[in-house]
């Protein structure tokens, strides 16, 4: 007959094999519930104020009183129903992009998570995000300053150019599916939403916002909110507008 061990006892073998007996602390109904459930053990950095994180990322948290020194609305770059886009320039002289977001019902903390979220993105083929802005009256995003859209020079490039943009964004949706701490599926790929520096070189922005953000699972699907918004029906895969499943075949148009 197998001896009973009690689930509040273990043993430790030292190098002399002499077993110790440790007595662990129950802890309360706290500790019970970590013990049952590993899965709902706390992350050390959740209790972490966000803004120390999205800092940690070189991700700057502008006041509208800052904002309104960098933006040039007189020089305004693109716009639509969710965002206007303005040339920056920054104190130091680096011109940026400053996108203006249309306020999301006050969700302030989820603003910011999204902004966490896409900080961390960190690849050659992605928009930099250089800091943002989060307060009553105004919602943007300060982003590296690209001179041009592929929609704007799509039909004068030569099929070198076309060729070395297209291997970029595959490459960048790659690393948004697959190596970015939080996986994005992007879901709104498009000639407008991919910008090019002056060399050419593919950098994918427009994500995190009115996309849904997977968290890494071992699945490759996720549910996605019914009240999404979505800007481009037309595009959409007709799988996702009638099933509501998010996935990296998403950006594939039928």
Avoid at 18 to 24: G, I, Y
Avoid at 29 to 47: C, F, G, I, T
Avoid at 48 to 58: A, D, G, I, M, T
């Amino acid at each position: 007959m197998k001896k009973k061990i009690s689930p509040l006892r273990y043993s430790i073998l030292n190098k002399s094999s002499n077993s110790k007996e440790v007595k662990l602390n129950g802890g309360g109904e706290e500790a019970k519930e970590m013990r049952e459930n590993p899965k709902n053990k706390r992350d050390p950095s959740s209790s972490e104020p966000l803004k120390s994180q999205v800092e940690k990322n070189n991700i700057k948290e502008y006041s509208h009183c800052q904002l309104d020194e960098i933006i040039q609305r007189d020089k305004m770059l693109g716009g639509g129903a969710y965002s206007e886009v303005y040339e920056g320039l920054l104190p130091e002289g680096t011109k940026v992009a400053v996108k203006l977001l249309k306020r999301r019902d006050g969700n302030e903390k989820d603003f910011k998570n999204e902004v966490l979220g896409i900080s961390a993105a960190s690849h050659i083929n992605i928009l930099r995000l250089r800091g943002y802005c989060s307060e009553k009256d105004v919602v943007a995003l300060v982003s590296d300053y690209m001179p041009m859209t592929l929609l704007d020079c799509i039909t004068g490039l030569d099929w070198e150019k076309l060729y070395k943009i297209a291997l970029g964004v595959a490459r960048g949706l790659r690393y948004l599916h697959m190596e970015c701490p939080k996986p994005i599926i992007h879901l709104d790929i498009k000639p407008e939403n991919i910008l090019l520096d002056k060399d050419f070189t593919p950098k994918i922005s427009d994500f995190g916002f009115a996309k849904h953000s997977l968290k890494r699972k071992d699945t490759k699907t996720e549910k996605e909110p019914r009240d999404m918004p979505l800007r481009n029906f037309t595009l959409m895969m007709r799988n996702y507008l009638l099933t509501q499943l998010t996935s990296q075949m998403s950006i594939v148009m039928e």
